[in-house]
Nanobody, 117 residues
Framework: QVQLVESGGGLVQAGGSLRLSCAAS????????MGWFRQAPGMERERVAA???????YYADAVKGRFTISRDNAKNMVYLQMNSLKPEDTAVYYC???????????WGQGTQVTVSS
């Protein structure tokens, strides 16, 4: 099991940037696939980005070219750099961990991102 704590959310104008951070506990962090998800009011939670233990990344079409996911296994940290933010990026953003052969079982508490037009 991994405990996750997100930080870095806030209010930003359209076109601005934010960097979300996710601090993870656990000695096997480097083996986990890490994901960033978001949920806007009245919408289903969606996967925004993911990074595998070997560094392969995935991005949802809506954020491709604007968001970058990265990880620092030495620090047990995952980041989401968000550039060129749009009002439709407004949501609660969650960090999640997926062990080998498992689903995303461990979740953080979420951090609010609000993009004003």
């Amino acid at each position: 099991q991994v405990q996750l704590v997100e930080s870095g959310g806030g209010l930003v104008q359209a076109g601005g940037s934010l960097r979300l951070s996710c601090a993870a506990s656990g000695r096997t962090f480097s083996s986990y696939t890490m994901g960033w998800f978001r949920q806007a009011p009245g919408m289903e939670r969606e996967r925004v980005a993911a990074i595998w233990s070997v560094g392969i990344t995935y991005y949802a079409d809506a954020v491709k070219g604007r968001f970058t996911i990265s990880r620092d296994n030495a620090k047990n940290m995952v980041y989401l750099q968000m550039n060129s933010l749009k009002p439709e990026d407004t949501a609660v953003y969650y960090c999640a961990a997926k062990g080998v052969g498992r689903e995303y079982d461990d979740w953080g508490q979420g951090t609010q991102v609000t993009v004003s037009s």
